[in-house]
């Protein structure tokens, strides 16, 4: 087997780094060298412990938020801990639920960044947009039932609902949608939806805590999802597919093997979530 040359993360640069939605095993190689290389890591509150446990024995653990309905850091004060720690020669991971640049805020961070003239280096993870839907045994797309697929988030700036969203035109032109951060939303949209013209007995999924032990899929319809997404904890992160693949779950689950890496944590995670958090939620 050749070796291999990895890139150098040198002090005083900032890496973006994808946790993906769980399941340690997801990670890239250059992930897993971010984290045994950092001198200092700022986490999502949803990246799970056995990512976390990847670290090196000398980072420094610091939990920085972002859960709906949870205190949590601001993004400018955020961006400005980048840049601090990075101006004290520091090797800093901004460690990101999903991909950094997939509602994750990574684009926020890295303009910042830029501005200020601190080098940086975007990992990308594995978003909850395909991991979880692999995980639940749902093709994203089909030859036959699923050309194209869009993602789309179910919550803006502040919490409020997104702007600029056209849900009549998306209704039309994706035969797969998949919401990140729609749960407490998914009854207006599913109605603006089938206001556009969507059948109401089109099928849904509401898959939570994606990659992990604690993974649970639930099926509903369009007409039916408002009421379903009501059993789901509020505070569980979850992604919402609508399409007709999803009706694939219930062929393809109880075959499928989809149990994720486990690591035994070497040290005490300060903030950390249990290992079975999910990563997924954004903005």
């Not at 999924?205 to 990659?211: E, K, P």
């Not at 904890?233 to 597919?241: F, G, K, M, N, Q």
Request: proline content about 7%; some cysteine.
């Amino acid at each position: 087997m050749q070796s291999m040359i990895a890139p150098e993360f040198a002090q005083g640069s900032v890496w973006l780094v994808g946790a993906g939605p769980g399941d340690p095993g997801l990670l890239t190689l250059h992930a897993v060298r971010a984290l045994q290389e950092a001198d200092v890591v700022l986490h999502d509150a949803l990246v799970s412990r056995g990512v976390l446990a990847l670290a090196g024995s000398r980072a420094r653990l610091e939990p920085i938020g972002k859960r709906a309905g949870r205190p949590s850091s601001k993004q400018l004060r955020i961006n400005q801990r980048l840049i601090d720690l990075a101006r004290q020669g520091l090797r800093v991971v901004r460690l990101k639920g999903g991909d950094p640049f997939v509602f994750g805020r990574g684009g926020e961070e890295a303009i910042a960044l830029a501005a200020a003239g601190i080098p940086f280096r975007v990992v990308p993870g594995i978003t909850a947009g395909t991991g979880a839907l692999a995980y639940a045994g749902i093709p994203m797309t089909h030859r036959e039932i699923g050309q194209a697929v869009t993602f789309v988030t179910g919550s803006g700036a502040g919490g409020h609902p997104p702007r600029g969203v056209d849900w009549a035109a998306l209704a039309k032109a994706s035969p797969v949608l998949v919401l990140f951060m729609a749960l407490g939303r998914i009854g207006e949209i599913a109605d603006k939806l089938i206001a556009a013209g969507r059948s109401p007995a089109e099928p849904v999924a509401l898959i939570s805590d994606a990659t992990t032990n604690r993974q649970r899929c639930r099926l509903a319809t369009l007409r039916t999802v408002g009421r379903a997404a009501g059993a789901v904890r509020p505070d569980a992160a979850t992604l919402i597919v609508i399409g007709r693949t999803v009706a694939l779950h219930r062929i393809l689950s109880a075959w499928q093997q989809a149990s994720p890496l486990s690591i035994a944590p070497a040290r005490p995670a300060a903030g950390a979530p249990d290992q079975n958090a999910a990563a997924g939620g954004k903005p």
